[in-house]
T-cell receptor
Framework: EAQVTQNPRYLITVTGKKLTVTCSQNMNHEYMSWYRQDPGLGLRQIYYSMNVEVTDKGDVPEGYKVSRKEKRNFPLILESPSPNQTSLYFC?????????????FGSGTRLTVV | AQSVTQLDSHVSVSEGTPVLLRCNYSSSYSPSLFWYVQHPNKGLQLLLKYTSAATLVKGINGFEAEFKKSETSFHLTKPSAHMSDAAEYFCVVSLFNQAGTALIFGKGTTLSVSS
């Protein structure tokens, strides 16, 4: 089944403890992206990747890192999480951003930083 | 600058009555527009998309949307609401240019359906 898989689905962590949220897609998509969803703000883009080894900042990149060493994986790294990063995170992928195929989203990761 | 405005944060309808979720966009380019739905505790699912073909776009579950360039609108409609339509709906514009790429999301409209 074609899908975007995020792990974990739920995570509670303490301030300052490094964490990684994994994202993997099995559709050979070039484009991958991370979003956070907060009440009243909709979804905001954190980082995106046009292809392997090509990443760039979205609208709210502060406090986050990403890497794209291989096409299928696009992990989101929080080096020193803070409570304002408590949010619902979504990974998305698309065959190619140029052709507007639309995006496939993962099921989300609900992160709580205490 | 590109932006998306969903005109209602909350819409309530009765089962069997029509649904209208309003979306206006601003874009310097010919936009690609999408509607996504998010059911409680679920991810986002693509309902339909407009990519410069027919202006009336049909999607899943009986939803459709009409692209009106003169009004810069992309409203989502359904003739008859079902209880299972209760969810949050996002209007999205796709931007791609030399500066980069992004999906720009509206802030969402929560649809409630009563029996």
């Amino acid at each position: 089944e074609a899908q975007v898989t995020q792990n974990p689905r739920y995570l509670i962590t303490v301030t300052g403890k490094k964490l990684t949220v994994t994202c993997s897609q099995n559709m050979n998509h070039e484009y991958m992206s991370w979003y956070r969803q907060d009440p009243g703000l909709g979804l905001r883009q954190i980082y995106y990747s046009m292809n392997v080894e090509v990443t760039d900042k979205g609208d709210v990149p502060e406090g986050y890192k990403v890497s794209r060493k291989e096409k299928r994986n696009f992990p989101l790294i929080l080096e020193s999480p803070s409570p304002n990063q408590t949010s619902l995170y979504f990974c998305a992928s698309s065959l190619s951003v140029r052709t507007n195929y639309g995006y496939t989203f993962g099921s989300g990761t609900r992160l709580t930083v205490v | 600058a590109q932006s998306v405005t969903q005109l209602d944060s909350h819409v309530s309808v009765s089962e069997g009555t029509p649904v209208l979720l309003r979306c206006n966009y601003s874009s310097s380019y010919s936009p690609s527009l999408f509607w996504y739905v998010q059911h409680p505790n679920k991810g986002l699912q693509l309902l339909l998309k407009y990519t410069s073909a027919a202006t009336l776009v049909k999607g899943i579950n009986g939803f459709e949307a009409e692209f009106k360039k003169s009004e810069t609108s992309f409203h989502l409609t359904k003739p008859s609401a079902h209880m299972s339509d209760a969810a949050e709906y996002f209007c999205v514009v796709s931007l791609f240019n030399q500066a980069g790429t992004a999906l720009i999301f509206g802030k969402g409209t929560t649809l409630s359906v009563s029996s």
